[in-house]
Structures are given as C-alpha cells and as structure tokens.
C-alpha cells in the first residue's frame, strides 16, 4: 500500500480545487522527506522511518495509538497537590495567548479559550488541536474559506467583527497570533512546539536507536529526548511519543505515520472539574464543530483519518 497523496486533517472538506489538494500533498510529503534525510545523515543508519507516499507499507502492520493527557504536565508537576492552582496558572496563560505568543504554556498540542459575560458566568469554552501550518496554507490559498472559518470558530459575541485584514497582513502573510486566535478564540496552536512538521520529525528522530558511552542502550523516555533534543522532557506528549517510536524501531520495525497527519483529540471526559452550577455534569453541553467522531477506540492519535480535531461547548 502506497498513499496516492496526503489528504487535509481528518478529511477536512476546505480545499476546492485539486491546484490546492495537490500544494498540501507536496508540504507534507516533504515533512517526510525531511525526517527520512534526518535518519539518512547518520553514517552506517538505515533510516527505519519512511514516507508513505513514497514507500509501500507491506501488510501486515500496526497501527498502534499515541495519545497523553492535554492538560500541561509541567503546570501539574508544580503544583501535585494543588490542582486548583495548577487550572488557574494553566487558565492565566490561556487568557493570555496574545501576549505570550508561542511562548504560551500550553504545550501538549491542545489550547482552549474561555468565554465569560458581564457577571463572570462562563458562557463557552472552545478547544482545538488545529495546527498553524493548516490555516497559513489556506490563507496562502483559500483566504476567503479562511475568513468564513475564523467567524464560525470565535467567541460569538465577536463573529462579525473579523475581517481579512485581521488575519492577514498587507504584504500576504498569514498572522497566526491575531486577536481573534489569543483575545477572542482558540482557532489553532500557537505554541512554538506544537505543529505539524514537529509532529512528523519527532517520530523520524525518535527511530534513531541511542546508546550511552558503555554501550547500553537507551530506552527512557527522558534520557532519550536528552540526548536526540527532539522534543521537551517534562511533556506528557513528547516522551511518550518518542519512547514508544524508539521501542518499536529497536524491535526493527520501520515506521511512518497514517494519512491524513494531523494532531486530534481522541477522547473526552467531563469528569472532575467540568459540573453544571447545580453539580451535575456538563456532558451534553460539548459539541464537534470540525472533523467527525472516530469509528472505533485504537485509531492512531497521529494520523488518523476521522478523529475529532475542534470541540466546543457553548451555554
């Protein structure tokens, strides 16, 4: 089997033309094409991670899940008795995606935004694994779908209010830290580390098998991200990507990640913290606004092609 192209996240049904499913297929195919040279460039290394554009993948094969908690695991190691103090500095920096930027502390590829009114009653909370390079590539090619998507997506006592020059700057390019994706919604990532090409070379860069100096080998989750510094070690996500990765390319598996790639949420709870003011649970508030439910509990969180990819809930 061989991927006749890369498709856009979950299926998404944005692109219009093939000019643009074609200029998505070749941004992603050379995400692989990078991560394949990574592997190359180690004298003696036969790279076990591959494109699957470019290379079968022969039958039989797994497709095992990688998914981690959302919530920032270093917020919640500061704080380990403390979970109210961990939400409310987890919540400090959600409110202020504008002025952190992609320094922002959400950092395990999930951002929320926090509607309240005038009484401080939260009126909807939106929460999105998007990433930047999807809405740059369709302000680069679809700006009018871009503009339709940001006015479904905002805090909706806002929606009219975006404009295309909101989103995109006089000279052509795309403004990911607009007001309406940090002020008033949570459209896309904006943090540094949470993106699709870093998605892609983590799982190239984790195939490479590591030993320390006696000659052991390295299988720790952390000492491998220390030494190959493909991801951040005090994350839920990238550790446990990169240590499940690292164990099935020492079992000498080859690996690649399943179109369409993307990041997806691919469960929920409303448990804990998440109750109605009469105590009971919040449940049917949440709705899907983008993407489709996943057909079965194992699909890949990193390319699965119907997961959920834009959850909101509004009261």
Not at 71 to 77: L, M, Q, S, T
Request: glycine share 6%; net charge negative; proline share 7%.
């Amino acid at each position: 089997m061989r991927y006749d192209r890369f498709d856009p996240p979950a299926f998404l049904t944005d692109f219009t033309s093939d000019a643009q499913r074609d200029a998505w297929d070749q941004e992603v195919d050379s995400y692989f094409e990078d991560g394949v040279a990574f592997n190359k460039a180690f004298s003696g290394v036969t790279s076990q991670f591959y494109n699957p554009a470019r290379t079968d993948t022969q039958a039989p094969f797994e497709e095992p899940l990688i998914d981690w908690p959302g919530f920032p695991r270093i917020i919640k190691n500061k704080h380990p008795n403390n979970p109210a103090k961990a939400w409310a500095e987890a919540e400090a920096g959600a409110s202020s995606r504008a002025a952190l930027g992609k320094n922002n502390n959400m950092d395990e590829c999930l951002d929320w935004h926090v509607v309240r009114n005038d009484a401080g009653k939260i009126t909807c909370v939106s929460f999105t694994c998007e990433t930047r390079q999807y809405y740059r590539f369709l302000a680069d090619t679809a700006p009018d779908k871009l503009l339709e998507l940001y006015q479904d997506l905002v805090d909706p006592a806002h929606n009219d209010a975006v404009k295309i020059g909101d989103l995109i700057s006089p000279q052509g390019k795309y403004r990911p830290f607009n007001k309406w994706n940090t002020e008033h919604g949570a459209v896309h990532l904006i943090q540094q580390n949470n993106n699709r090409y870093a998605e892609v070379q983590v799982a190239a860069q984790a195939c490479i098998l590591r030993r320390r100096d006696n000659g052991t080998t390295i299988t720790d989750s952390n000492e491998l991200i220390e030494c190959s510094l493909y991801g951040e070690p005090g994350r839920s996500s990238d550790p446990k990507i990169g240590a499940i990765v690292n164990q099935k390319a020492r079992e000498g598996h080859s690996l690649s990640l399943r179109n369409p790639v993307a990041l997806y949420i691919t469960s929920w709870t409303t448990s804990g913290a998440w109750k109605k003011p009469d105590g009971s649970p919040v449940g049917q508030y949440w709705r899907l606004v983008r993407g489709q439910p996943a057909p079965g509990p194992n699909k890949p969180a990193m390319g699965c092609d119907s997961e959920k990819g834009h959850q909101a809930a509004c009261a």
